[in-house]
């Protein structure tokens, strides 16, 4: 029960990590604000955990948005203890069929929303001495071929994660991230895109057990620890669940 009494956001709590991370803060005692551009799917994950959990439509590459799940939060529990950033999109294929539009629209849900998310949090986050935890990638780490707009934006939350945390390490704030490998999502169930070249994709993937991904659950077990008392003394880590792809 490290959360218990505690106020979180996690943003993209829909499915995939946002889910297992909503999963296990509740299973802790926290009280939760979820959000998601997945209207239903948000609000069936929040009546699904149960009266410590509220849903709400969110899209993160909106302020006005991002500030209305900050506000609900505040409203409801009087403050916010640990904001989570999971919400992301992956756009995945060969940097000549990626127009403006995919990439703005990739910057601005994984990198600009992390940017609007804690800014919006942070005055609150000052009043307890709170924490966040951001959904980087080890594609934040390392290149990774064809999915160039998607390294760019989780190197940029890696770049943010870090001058964040030192911006507001003498307030007691701490800011982490964490940069998994392939994890067994809905983002990548998707058909992948032809004409690409898989001997290069395939230097990219983890080395444990065989090249296996992670499973949701995974990351959000590694979620929590940075958010909480356990991880007192961690900030502006970037935080490898690879298994091992980074290593090589």
Known sequence: MRFE?????????????????????????ARLVLGDR???GVLAAARAIGDSAIGMALDVADEASCQAIIDRAVTAYGGIDVLCNIAGVLDFGRMEDLDKTRWDRTIAVNLTGVYLMTRAAMPHLLKVRGNVVNMASAAGLVGVPFNSVYVASKHGVVGLTKALALEYSKQGIRINCICPTGVN???ISGAPPENIDWELVMRSV?????????????????????ASA???????????????QTAA
């Open 185 to 187: 999502t809905p983002m």
């Open 5 to 29: 009494g505690k106020s979180i956001i996690i943003t993209g709590a829909a499915s995939g990590i946002g889910l297992a991370t909503a999963k296990k803060f509740a299973a802790e005692g």
């Open 206 to 226: 983890p080395w444990l057990d065989g090249g296996e991904n992670c499973d949701p659950e995974d990351i959000a077990d590694a979620v929590a620890f940075l």
């Open 230 to 244: 356990e991880a007192r003394r961690i900030t502006g880590v970037a935080f490898p669940i690879d298994g091992g």
């Open 38 to 40: 997945d209207e239903a």
